[in-house]
């Protein structure tokens, strides 16, 4: 199957960038790992769970939302990382 997107000259250049930070060869690639993460993001949501960055040095968590989940983000304190690697 063949998929035809137009994206902007500066949305390449950030994928580019992408590509270089992550070590992909081919944007297919880039492409199918971000459709893993999304996948697995949205199916987190789904159950419950919030997607969170965690600090283990500051002992906070950031939880991630996107447009299409709503909200935004906050950071809050950590008592440990086990408590914020349940949440």
Known sequence: MSLLIEIEPHAI?????LKRMTGA??????????????????????????VASV??????YKTVDTPLLGGGSRTVAA?????AARR
């Open 13 to 17: 250049e950030d994928l580019d960038k």
């Open 25 to 50: 060869e081919t944007y297919e690639e880039l492409l199918n790992e971000a459709i893993t993460l999304a996948y697995w993001f949205f199916r987190e949501r789904q159950r419950g769970h919030s």
């Open 55 to 60: 600090d283990e040095d500051a002992h906070t």
């Open 79 to 83: 008592p440990s990382l086990a408590v």
